[in-house]
């Protein structure tokens, strides 16, 4: 999920994965996440991506992104998914 022009986030991902996340708690946070459609040039155009794949059994995740930036409300929305 994401875009060259705007990135994204593992909300982004979860979202995929899992419709409901896209409006779990608000939704996601445009100051953490990115946003779609997004209207800068080059950006993705469709609608945000809920639920578009099945959920894997298995995830491994590896990412140069540092924890602390997340904000309390964002790690929570985040743990409150992964306890589903």
């Known amino acids: 999920t994401g875009d060259i022009v705007e990135g994204a986030e593992f909300d982004n991902w979860l979202d995929a994965v899992d419709g409901s996340f896209c409006t779990f708690e608000g939704?996601?946070?445009p100051e953490q996440d990115g946003i779609y459609p997004d209207p800068r040039p080059g950006g993705f155009k469709g609608?945000?991506?809920c639920g578009i794949i099945p959920p894997?059994?298995?995830v491994s995740v590896s990412y140069g992104?540092?924890?602390v930036s997340n904000?309390?409300?964002s790690a929570m929305r985040q743990c409150q998914e992964h306890a589903k």
Do not use: C, H, K
């Open 65 to 67: 992104q540092d924890e």
């Open 56 to 58: 894997p059994n298995v």
């Open 71 to 73: 904000t309390a409300a």
């Open 47 to 49: 609608p945000e991506s």
């Open 27 to 29: 939704g996601d946070d």
